[in-house]
């Protein structure tokens, strides 16, 4: 590890005001709902589970971080956590999903994949610029419904 200094980090915090703003609009629309149409508890109760996931992530402020190094490439999502020297990486894929995310996969070497976790923050233009300035090789694939 010659360089500690990354080319290019890309990181999320999930004490984020959006989270926070969706979680109270979803359940600020469910408690309409049930004052105004008469909304059955049950169902508004099940329908606000959806919002839990973004609640935990303003309470937990689960840190996400991928790091483009010159001789690695570093991620850190909540627990996981993970490193891949770049003489180890044949190219990395970009995936575009259907949801309009990027899905980022590894291939090393020996051509085995190292899917990265979905929720890394990388923009595919600024992730591509950094990876071309590391010399990683990498492909880019539209809208693939399955991927390698």
Do not use: C, Y
């Amino acid at each position: 590890m010659a360089d500690d200094r990354p080319i290019a980090s890309f990181r999320r915090r999930g004490r984020r005001p959006l989270n926070l703003a969706l979680t109270a609009a979803i359940w600020g629309g469910l408690a309409l709902a049930v004052w105004a149409i008469d909304l059955a508890l049950i169902w508004a109760g099940l329908f606000g589970l959806f919002a839990l996931p973004a609640l935990l992530d303003w309470i937990t402020d689960r840190q996400v971080r991928l790091a483009i190094h010159p001789d690695r490439i570093t991620w850190t999502t909540g627990r996981r956590d993970g490193v891949i020297e770049a003489d180890e990486i044949k190219h990395l894929r970009i995936d575009r999903r259907m949801d309009m995310g990027f899905r980022l996969t590894i291939v090393d070497t020996t051509g085995r994949p190292h899917r990265l976790p979905p929720e890394l923050p990388a923009p595919a233009e600024a992730l591509v610029a950094a990876l071309d300035q590391a010399g990683i090789a990498h492909a880019r694939h539209p809208f693939s419904l399955l991927s390698v």
